[in-house]
């Protein structure tokens, strides 16, 4: 991970395939790292993206939205290092 995001564009909108595959290339760093509890903070947009690839009935399967402010508890499954799952995501209301 860099200080300056090499995805971003300021002639181009990041498109869903484009997030998708960040929010998977984030995954295979999160699982890297030593620590056992690590808080994400993001947009919604992308916390939605992220929830509807990996728990999608964490938003009942598209019905429900993600906003910005909301929080969310989970556990990210890993094994040998590479990212499987998110499970037992709740939002916190």
Known sequence: MTENDDAWSPDRRETLPDIRNRISQFFEQLVGRPEEN????????WIECCLNLHCPEALEHGKKRVYNCNVFTGECVSRHGRFLRLQNVNRIH
């Open 38 to 45: 690590i808080v994400v903070v993001s947009h919604g947009v």
